[in-house]
Structure formats: structure tokens, C-alpha cells
């Protein structure tokens, strides 16, 4: 990915959500774009109007982290939003040493696989920053056994291609539009961490070309961290089930993460998930493990 052009929409798209009123400033005339100007953004960040209008050009040359602090503080980003910006400066950065990110592990431990089938009461995954789905518990497979079952691509079971590009999905996700924003904030902070990811960037030309949804959100460059809240889907088991989820980085394994689905205890949904457990481990016909793949 061009970190120039992807420094210059994201900044633009920021700006362009923040009125001069909300900042405190006046108002003179009518605006060609929405939000603020180029000089009102230098203004706030106490910089001269070239040298904001370079760095949105993407020219990051000798720009401080003092700087970026000043436009991050202007521009109202929020935590996500900031880590996004000084990840796209380190990839604009000059050349010479940086911080070597650790090479990703091949393959999965066998410690993390003997965590994965410890944990039975909740559902979990490991993934990578793509949404490639490693390995699942039973649960989880369970849980989204619709993704797993009906995956077409070689390769990992990927969520984003399941949002996108499985109309199911929309079934599965009692609320569809979060689910579709969350995929693409979560792929457009990665972008931003390793935007020479071939892997990623192969990713998101497929679901751009073949999904009208994902390129909408795709250019409007929002960014989100994703590591704790809640999710509801309507299985096509047991029914409605509301989680809670919390992300984990796998230290001794860099760009993997393991992602745990639980439900209240008491709840209809925990009532919901013990019998979505009983179910996947309970032995059954192939007849019937394919009749229940089948839309």
C-alpha cells in the first residue's frame, strides 16, 4: 500500500469530520469541502500552513513526534485513531535503524492449541491481524460453525470473507453494519502497522473488488480498537446468544492474538452457550453433519 496516499486520506477524512465551531473557531464564508481547512488544522497545531500542508502530503521528512502529538491533539483523534497516525509516519519514516518487529512464528505452538481445548466453557480463536482464524476450540468452532463450514478459499478461515462475501452472514450478525465497520478498522489499523503485508494487501483488493460494502468503508479510513465488547449473533442452533469478548496478544508469538467468547452467567445466552457445547460434542451421523452445513 502507497503510505503517502494512505497518510494524505487519512488525515484529509479526519479533518473533514470537524466543524470550526467545535473547535472554537470562526466561521467566515461558505466551504467547498466539509470540516476544517488546511490552515485552521495548522492553526490548532500550532504549526505554519506549508508545513501541515507537506505533512499531508505525505512528506513525513524530519516531522517530530511533538509534531504529530500537536495535529493528533487538533484533530480530536481518539486512541485508535493516534496509534494509526504514528504507525503511518514509522512507514513514511527516514531510512536507517527502527525497531525490528519480531518475525511471525510459523505455525501454531502446541501449548496454545493445549490452552485452546482447556478452555471448554468459553468460545476461542487465535487469528492474525487479517482475520485469519488459525485455530478454534470446540466451541468456537461451534459457535461459528456456519463460517467454518461454508468457507470456500484455501487456505485459513477468514472472517472478513465471511462478513463480505457470505450472505449468511448477515443472518449470523444480529447487527450486520457494526460487524462490517469493525472488520474494516480492524484491517485498516493493520494496514497501517505492516502496510507491506502482501497478504493484506491481496485481502482487501479481493473484498474491494467483489464487495460494494467493504469498499465504501474501506475509504473512509475509520480505525478502532478492537479488544473488549460485546457481540450478538443468532445461531442457527440455539438461537439469539449475546458475548462478551476480550483479545489477547500472544507475546512469544508476534502478529497472533487469541480472542475469547463468553457469555453472563445466568443468562438465557450462558444457557444458550452450555447447550451449543453439548451439541458440539455430542457424536453424530455424516449425514447429518452435512444436512446441517446446508443452507
Known amino acids: 500500500m502507497d503510505a503517502r496516499s494512505e497518510i494524505r486520506e487519512f488525515l484529509t477524512s479526519r479533518r473533514a469530520r470537524i466543524t470550526p465551531e467545535q473547535v472554537g473557531l470562526a466561521s467566515f464564508g461558505p466551504r467547498r469541502v466539509p470540516g476544517l481547512r488546511r490552515e485552521e488544522v495548522a492553526v490548532l497545531a500550532g504549526v505554519s500552513v506549508p508545513y501541515y500542508t507537506r505533512i499531508e502530503r505525505g512528506d513525513m521528512n524530519g516531522v517530530s513526534d511533538s509534531v504529530l502529538e500537536a495535529i493528533a491533539r487538533a484533530l480530536e483523534l481518539d486512541e485508535a485513531e493516534h496509534a494509526h497516525l504514528f504507525d503511518l509516519a514509522r512507514a513514511l519514516g527516514p531510512p536507517g535503524p527502527r525497531r525490528r518487529r519480531r ?26 491481524a487479517r482475520l485469519d482464524n488459525l485455530a478454534a476450540n470446540q466451541l468456537g468452532q461451534a459457535l461459528y460453525s456456519d463460517m467454518f463450514s461454508r468457507a470456500a478459499a484455501p487456505g485459513p478461515v477468514n472472517s472478513a470473507r465471511y462478513v463480505f462475501l457470505d450472505p449468511s452472514a448477515r443472518d449470523f450478525y444480529i447487527d450486520w453494519e457494526r460487524a462490517a465497520s469493525d472488520v474494516v478498522a480492524i484491517l485498516r489499523s493493520a494496514a497501517g502497522r505492516e502496510p507491506d503485508d502482501r497478504d493484506l494487501i491481496e485481502l482487501v483488493g479481493e473484498l474491494s473488488t467483489q464487495s460494494d460494502e467493504f469498499r465504501t468503508r474501506w475509504a ?8 473488549t ?16 469478548y476480550n483479545r489477547m496478544e ?46
Open 103 to 128: 518475525a511471525p512464528r510459523r505455525g501454531l505452538r502446541p501449548s496454545i492449541r493445549h490452552i485452546l481445548d482447556g478452555l471448554t466453557g468459553a468460545a476461542a480463536f487465535v487469528h492474525n
Open 220 to 227: 473512509a479510513h475509520n480505525v478502532r480498537f478492537h479488544d
Open 229 to 244: 465488547g460485546t457481540k450478538e449473533f443468532h445461531h442457527p442452533i440455539v438461537g439469539d446468544i449475546t458475548t462478551t
Open 250 to 295: 500472544l507475546a512469544a508469538d508476534p502478529g497472533l492474538a487469541i480472542t475469547i467468547y463468553t457469555a453472563e452467567p445466568g443468562t438465557k445466552s450462558a444457557e444458550a452457550l452450555n447447550l451449543l457445547g453439548s451439541w458440539a460434542a455430542t457424536p453424530r451421523e455424516p449425514e447429518l453433519q452435512d444436512a446441517e452445513r446446508r443452507p
